[in-house]
């Protein structure tokens, strides 16, 4: 299998872990990544500006259709705009109008066909694969899955799973050998969204997130989106963190039995030891 | 005083001064940031790494060999043209006693750096047509020109010198006064066969004249002149020149001035914009020491050192990722190279509102997402320049469209708002917010409002959010759009669709936020009269 590997803006400075360990296990798994230079998702000017919001993420499809590869993106928010851009266009012929003037102009053709996967779900996709890759389970670690909003809902659009009981999470940690507890705030949102702009509530999203699931008894919580970690793990800055956030694609490398360093792990990460 | 003494000493003058006065905005500019703090790996191990960045240009060669050729070209002919030709009195003579430019390998030597020069000067003028054309002002071609005229303007010099009768007299009169002239007509004839000097006067043939010509070159000439055949560009160019014009010695001192001029010109600019970049980019490769991460605890005097590091060359500008963006809203500040240069215009006070609202929305725009910082031919750490200038701006009250929402309550905002016609959101959204269907099946159940999690977090909803989001869709159903664009719920709608989904009438609740969002921002791009 080969994909159009869309790593998105916040990886490179940000979160190299999340780029690392993405790309670690694909490589393992004989996922082929191709890496042509994308731009923008769109999904940050979504608050600014429609066009130029459905205009970026169309133009990332297009080099991928060139490609003739669908696109992957191990990032929740901009897996959501891919969606959102390709329901716009479908739903607006002005728009798409205004669009392929644009694409004509950087000599790209309307991505008629390119579909959009989030890395959750080319792992689903290829479940008996990474069932088998699996080489050293881990025993008794119980994690909190933080699905992230924007590729679950509105799911007419991102078409991700069902949008008020969601499995597809539970299900691959669950090939790890670990444990995915139920808790009550697993759909709920990050706060992300809400960082530079309303940094209170922001604040208390993320706390209340993170209090519920360290009630609910995990080890630690997993996430698999750039701005779902950036929010939860030691990168916010966030003084109360209650339970530590883990990127799945960390997890599941190693399960896979790959090498701390190989998954951007920093020596000493706390929740390691959880993970034997 | 004469024109070169003149015209070297202004030239100096005013690269030295204004040398002086770009340095000083290296201290300046920086320090307008917050500090930062804290320090990067140690001194020696970044000299190694960014002299090689210097000298091998390594940062240009990762992006195209094209460019890198071309500039490597121009520097290794220009550097010794520099000097070892135009400083010769200062440096060639004193360190090779038998120096005359007319000698080989001078003579050669200086044919060849300027060929190599020119070369590398032709392929980047080449690459800044076919793939920079758009993004160049006039001091990017100003600099292609000033160096090319230096360089052509020289070879025409040499050629119009080799031509010259005049020069001919002047040398004979000099260094042969005591000629018979039978002697001088057998040495013009040499001169004009050999070596290419334009005669008026009817030169003779006969094989004795030319033999007496060749021993007078040999006793009188030769030992301060190659054959002007190894100065192989300069004599080639004069077939430029018909024969039939008597022009040599006129065209050799027009030259002379513009070839000058030029090279004093180009040393007088060298303060000015992009003239600068041999020092401020040298001096910004190595105290970035090679590193193409964006490196915290960047002192203040590096940031001001980065933000006059540009050379221009525009692959920031061409690898941006927001380009797309760039597209669409046509805000020049949205591409790196552009914002740099307002960026540095706004720390020295000197934007006009409209341009500064330009450059905040450029600075807001950008993901932060590292490419321009790992393109940089110059080294920059561009990343640092924008997380600390968005910072900077922030703190002055410019925190972009969010911000600027913010400044006023939400009834101030319905004011301002009633009063004018808003149209339809459909020029910046699906028109959702607009179109009576979209609230058709709402009852005003207050499910959206429900399961809201800003609502939730809220200690008190109406002092922190002044609308719920279904009392929003209430005000949207009756037209009352201008009551609902400022209120705090819209702007801090954390965008995660539960009451788009939860809601049991399938109104697009989320959807018709963003449009307001996007209205919001239609609306204050607008009113700054922004790009």
Request: proline fraction near 5%; include cysteine; hydrophobic fraction near 40%.
């Amino acid at each position: 299998m080969k994909y159009a590997y869309f790593p998105g803006c916040k990886i490179a400075h940000y979160l190299p872990a999340h780029g690392k360990s993405v790309e670690a296990v694909c490589a393992h798994l004989g996922l082929e990544l191709i890496k042509p230079e994308f731009s923008c998702c769109g999904y940050p000017v979504r608050q600014e500006s429609r066009d130029a919001s459905v205009y970026s993420a169309l133009r990332s499809l297009a080099l991928s259709a060139r490609l003739g590869l669908d696109l992957m993106t191990p990032c929740k928010c901009c897996f959501g705009n891919f969606r959102h851009a390709l329901h716009q266009v479908g739903q607006d012929e002005k728009l798409k109008f205004r669009m392929k003037n644009f694409l004509t102009d950087e000599g790209l053709d309307f991505p008629e066909t390119t579909s959009v996967r989030h890395f959750l779900q080319v792992l689903d996709d290829n479940y008996g694969l990474v069932k088998d890759a699996v080489r050293r389970p881990h025993k008794g670690l119980k994690v909190a899955c933080h699905y992230g909003c924007h590729a679950l809902r509105p799911e007419n659009i991102t078409h991700f799973d069902d949008p008020f009981a969601p499995t597809i999470f539970e299900r691959l940690v669950a090939l790890t050998g670990a444990i995915a507890l139920p808790w009550d705030l697993r759909l709920e949102c990050c706060g992300y969204p809400l960082r530079g702009r309303d940094e209170t509530i922001s604040g208390l999203l993320a706390a209340r997130k993170m209090a519920g699931a360290k009630a609910s008894g995990a080890d630690v919580l997993t996430t698999a989106c750039t701005y779902c970690q950036l929010q939860f793990g030691a990168e916010s800055g966030h003084p109360d963190r209650s339970i530590p956030a883990v990127l799945f694609s960390q997890i599941l490398g190693l399960s896979l039995g790959l090498e701390p360093e190989n998954l951007g792990i920093e020596p000493g990460e706390a929740w390691v030891r959880f993970a034997v | 005083m004469d024109f070169f003494s003149i015209g070297l000493t202004l030239a100096c003058v005013s690269a030295a001064g204004g040398a002086l006065w770009r340095a000083r905005t290296w201290f300046l500019r920086g320090k307008t940031f917050a500090q930062s703090g804290g320090k990067g790996p140690g001194m020696a191990r970044r000299f190694v790494g960014g002299l090689a960045d210097l000298v091998l240009l390594r940062r240009t060669l990762r992006h195209g060999p094209a460019r890198w050729t071309g500039h490597m070209l121009l520097v290794l002919g220009f550097l010794p043209l520099l000097f070892l030709h135009a400083m010769d009195e200062i440096i060639t003579r004193p360190l090779f006693s038998a120096y005359e430019p007319t000698l080989d390998p001078w003579q050669f030597l200086r044919n060849l750096f300027g060929l190599i020069s020119l070369t590398g000067l032709v392929i980047l003028a080449l690459h800044r047509i076919t793939r920079l054309k758009t993004a160049s002002i006039p001091q990017d071609w100003a600099l292609l020109a000033v160096v090319g005229g230096v360089l052509v303007s020289g070879f025409f010099l040499e050629s119009f010198k080799i031509m010259s009768p005049g020069d001919f007299t002047r040398m004979t009169d000099d260094y042969f006064p005591e000629a018979e002239s039978e002697e001088l007509l057998a040495l013009k004839t040499y001169w004009a066969r050999e070596n290419g000097v334009r005669f008026t006067i009817f030169l003779p043939t006969a094989p004795e004249i030319t033999e007496l010509g060749a021993e007078l070159h040999e006793d009188r000439c030769a030992g301060c002149h190659a054959p002007t055949a190894t100065a192989f560009v300069s004599r080639s160019m004069t077939a430029l020149v018909p024969s039939s014009f008597n022009i040599a010695d006129q065209g050799g001192t027009i030259f002379w001035y513009l070839h000058l001029g030029l090279a004093f010109t180009a040393l007088g600019l060298l303060p000015w914009g992009k003239f600068f970049h041999p020092i401020s980019t040298g001096a910004n490769l190595l105290v970035r020491g090679g590193s193409r991460a964006s490196r915290p605890g960047t002192s203040s005097l590096a940031r001001g050192l980065g933000l006059d590091a540009c050379t221009r060359c525009g692959q920031c500008s061409l690898h941006c990722s927001v380009s797309p963006i760039h597209k669409v809203l046509g805000n020049p500040d949205i591409l790196p190279m552009d914002k740099l240069a307002d960026l540095r215009l706004h720390l020295d006070d000197r934007l006009s509102p409209a341009q500064t609202a330009s450059l905040v929305e450029g600075s807001h725009i950008c993901t932060e997402c590292l490419r321009c910082t790992q393109v940089c031919s110059a080294g920059i750490d561009l990343q640092d320049l924008w997380t600390a200038s968005k910072k900077a701006l922030a703190e002055e009250g410019r925190a972009g469209v969010d911000g600027e929402m913010r400044k006023s309550t939400a009834a101030e905002w319905a004011r301002e708002l009633s009063s004018r016609k808003l149209g339809r959101i459909g020029s910046t959204g699906a028109g959702l917010a607009d179109r009576a269907e979209s609230f058709w099946g709402c009852v005003q159940c207050t499910t959206c409002t429900g399961v809201c999690p800003v609502v939730a977090v809220s200690e008190d909803p109406s002092r922190d959010l002044d609308l719920a989001p279904q009392q929003i869709m209430n005000l949207l159903r009756m037209g009352l759009k201008a009551q609902t664009l400022g209120a705090r719920m819209v702007w801090s709608c954390t965008t995660c669709y539960k009451c788009q989904e939860n809601c049991p009438q399938g109104v697009p609740v989320a959807d018709i936020l963003y449009e307001l969002r996007q209205m919001g921002a239609d609306i204050l791009r607008k009113k700054e009269g922004r790009a």
